[in-house]
């Protein structure tokens, strides 16, 4: 299995590229990165990626000739196919709670939590920005058109979002809320779901980054979610968190 070459297509930012690399590096397999540039290029709507991912998002993970899209397939796949430590419980209540917990933190709106703390500059907000960028990618290459429509209308969605208080007031403290039962699932262990790190951790330690990236740390401190502070401390000491390359401070160009 693990002859076979391994390559991440890979923004460093990106939240589900962390997760990916931290599986990874957990692992132990060694792999080649090919960085996409989805901010200033647009890469990811490149023909040749799109013809790889469909979606124009990252990461895509090439096993061998096999494509693999979408984190919540890559990830598992990392752990079922290739060499290491195995990242996924037995116990069928462990492996239940890990899978919730993978698909609690996918489920979060991120672009809400990123610009429902960071005001306009200069009278027009970064959303809307992105819209303009996108469109007149959509106009200078209308063979991206699938590609960039869907991201388009993504983005139209996510400026429909912000000018709604209420919304964001709840996308906000669907956050907030993961994080009190993130701390729960923590009381007398050291993981999010099992006894050890499982895939759980990969996605929680990664969440965990955006939401201090984004301004939310005082959810785990002055007292409060004691247990994910430590779990936070504790995960940042790995090697692993090192190797991926978490992200958890500095400006929306770092996402």
Sequence with gaps: MSSRRVLLYDYP????????????????????????????????????????????????LAIGDEIVTDTMTI???????????????????????MEAIMHDVMALH?????????????????VVERGIFLRREREAHPERAEALDRRIAGNDRLKEILADASEVERQVAAARALVDRIDAALVGRDFVSAARWTLADAFTTAAIARF??????????????????????????????VEAGVIDSGTERDL
């Design 13 to 60: 930012g990106s939240i589900c590229c962390q997760m990916t690399r931290l599986t990874l590096a957990e692992k132990g397999v060694a792999y080649a990165k090919h960085h996409i540039d989805i901010m200033d290029k647009a890469e990811q709507f490149e023909p040749w990626y799109t013809a790889l991912n469909p979606r124009a998002v990252v990461p895509t």
């Design 75 to 97: 990830v598992p796949r990392i752990d079922r196919e290739l060499d290491g430590p195995a990242l996924t419980p037995s116990a069928p209540e462990e492996r239940a709670s």
């Design 110 to 126: 991120y672009g809400v939590l990123l610009y429902a703390k960071r005001p306009a500059e200069g009278g027009r907000s970064p």
């Design 212 to 241: 201090r990236l984004h301004g939310y740390g005082g959810w785990w401190s002055n007292g409060e979610n004691e247990n994910v502070a430590r779990y936070y401390a504790r995960m940042q000491a790995r090697k692993s968190f």
